[in-house]
Structures are given as C-alpha cells and as structure tokens.
C-alpha cells in the first residue's frame, strides 16, 4: 500500500545545530516533493519545492533533498533557532494537473536555546 | 496566505445535523482544497476543485460534498455530521500557472482552519 512516512516523534534540538527531517515514501513516484510549516492552530505555509530530476534545493538555511532510489527526502536547518520550532510536512505531487498533494503525518521539532 | 479565509473559525454541533463550511479567496486561484487534519492521520484531501462547477473527490470524500459556484467561494458541506467527523478543516488554494512537464506543481496556500467538534 502506498505510504508516506515522517518521524512521529518530536525531534529536540539545541540552537544553532543542523535539524535533520526524514520523510519516506514506498509505492509512490513523485514528480515533485513539498515542504510545509505548521504552527500550532494555524494552517500549513510552503517552504520548498524539489523535482524528482533535482538532487537538492537550498533556500537560505534550509536544504532540501530528494533521492528517488531510495524513495526520501531529506530535510536540513542550519543553524537553528527557537524560531523554527513548529511541525513541518511534506507532501508529494505527481505528474497531473491537479496539483493534488498527499502529506505526510508532520515532523514537530523543538529548539532550545 | 492568498487571501483564503474560513468560516466559522469554530463550531460544535450535534450527529445528525448538517453543517456547511466555507471557504473565500480574494485571488480568484483555479485550484482550490478541502482537507482535514487528525491526530496520527495528518492532512487528507477530502475534495478539491479545478474550476468553477468543477469538482473531484479526494481521498476521504465519503459523507462530505462540495460545491463552487464562484471563482472565490468553495463550500463543503457536512449532509449530517457524525462524530467521526470532528476534526480540523483547512481549505487551500492554488494558482493553476504552474504547470510542467512535471505536472502542477503549485504551491498551495492554506487557510486559518476550521474546528468542528460534532457531538
């Protein structure tokens, strides 16, 4: 069955270390990959978007990466900071026009300063 | 966050009633999402639209309709709401431009959510 699998449990971080999330797949072919944040009682909002001909994206201190072998992307904050405390989702899309998306559970990461 | 407002922000209501949801965009995006978010489930697509009249169903479409009569409104309606349906509702939207090779890859904007508690 097809599955999208990001770590359940909270990841706890010291500030101004690497934050690494992990989202698995199996029995999907993504075109493309999405990562969101959530904060508590607010709605998703995007950060990146990787292609599945694409090995890695950056934006400022995130790095997204996405290896179709191995059906995951990785997930990195450098640098972290108490602000980026919240829960972060992917979501893969595939080659439609709909633009559906099927999320993955969420990965909730705490920064302590 | 494109524009998307919700209403109501909260509700609680009793099984057996029926309940609508509503969704508002200021963009005049062409795609546009209903989701519901649970514990140990995350997000679902519950339904979604490609255009006005235009509707599909999603993966958790059973006990939920839709309807999109104008571009910025897209209503989710609750026929008679069971207690499995407590949940948080988000409604997103998407442009519809960013079509490729890869398919629509839109970024999809998400509204401020919906709590229904349906007892």
């Known amino acids: 069955s097809q599955k999208i699998e990001q770590n359940s449990e909270a990841l706890n971080i010291q500030e101004g270390k690497t934050a690494t999330l992990t989202c698995n797949y199996t029995n999907y072919s993504p075109a493309y990959l999405q990562w969101y944040r959530q904060d508590p009682g607010r709605g998703p909002v995007f950060l990146l978007l990787?292609?599945?001909?694409?090995k890695e994206k950056r934006k400022e201190r995130l790095k997204v990466t996405f290896d179709t072998t191995l059906k995951q992307s990785l997930f990195h904050i450098t640098a972290s900071q108490p602000a980026d405390s919240a829960t972060y989702l992917c979501?893969?899309?595939?080659?439609?026009?709909?633009?559906?998306?099927?999320f993955g559970q969420g990965t909730t990461l705490q920064v302590k300063p | 966050d494109a524009g998307i407002t919700q209403s109501p922000r909260h509700k609680v209501t009793e099984t057996g009633t029926p309940v609508t949801l509503r969704c508002h965009q200021t963009e005049n995006h062409r795609y546009m999402y209903w989701y519901r978010q649970d514990p140990g489930h995350g997000l679902r697509l519950i339904h979604y639209?490609?255009?006005?009249?235009?509707?599909d169903k999603g993966e958790v479409s059973d006990g939920y309709s839709v309807s999109r009569s104008k571009t910025e409104d897209f209503l989710l309606t609750l026929e008679s709401a069971t207690s499995s349906q407590t949940s948080v509702y988000f409604c997103a939207n998407a442009p519809g431009t960013g079509a490729s090779l890869a398919g629509n890859t839109d970024t999809q904007y998400f509204g401020p959510g919906t709590r229904l508690t349906v007892l």
């Open positions: 979501a893969l899309g595939t080659s439609s026009n709909t633009g559906k998306l099927i």
């Open positions: 990787i292609r599945e001909n694409e």
């Open positions: 639209s490609y255009g006005v009249k235009d509707t």
